[in-house]
């Protein structure tokens, strides 16, 4: 079993940046990708980027390519999202979550530990 802790969400406004971060424990040695989806009120929850340990690729959503960038310090078990040019859009819980598949899966079934979330809001 893998444990995931997401933090640094919060208030952002227009144009503004923040980074997310999400804390592994337990057996994250199982754990080949690691990914960030989202889930705005009222809408399903959905891919925004993956990081594969094993082949160091990653994956993003249309909508956030070219303003975030996923990372990981495998070292620290630790995986980052960091989040650049915010808009109203991007508010939504962000959940980190793993899979033990070697390939990169965009679906929410592919993953098996979810972390709480963390809320990103946007400021006017």
């Known amino acids: 079993q893998v444990q995931l802790r997401e933090s640094g969400g919060g208030l952002v406004q227009a144009g503004g940046s923040l980074r997310l971060s999400c804390a592994a424990s337990g057996r994250t040695f199982s754990t080949s990708v690691m990914a960030w989806f989202r889930q705005a009120p009222g809408k399903e929850r959905e891919f925004v980027a993956a990081f594969s340990r094993g082949s160091g690729s990653t994956s993003y959503a249309d909508f956030v390519k070219g303003r975030f960038t996923i990372s990981r310090d495998n070292a620290k078990d630790t995986l980052y999202l960091q989040m650049n040019s915010l808009t109203t859009e991007d508010t939504a819980v962000y959940y980190c979550?793993?899979?033990?598949?070697?390939?990169?899966?965009?679906?929410?079934?592919?993953?098996?530990?979810w972390g709480q979330g963390t809320q990103v809001t946007f400021s006017s």
């Open positions: 979550a793993a899979s033990r598949l070697r390939v990169i899966i965009t679906t929410t079934s592919a993953y098996d530990s």
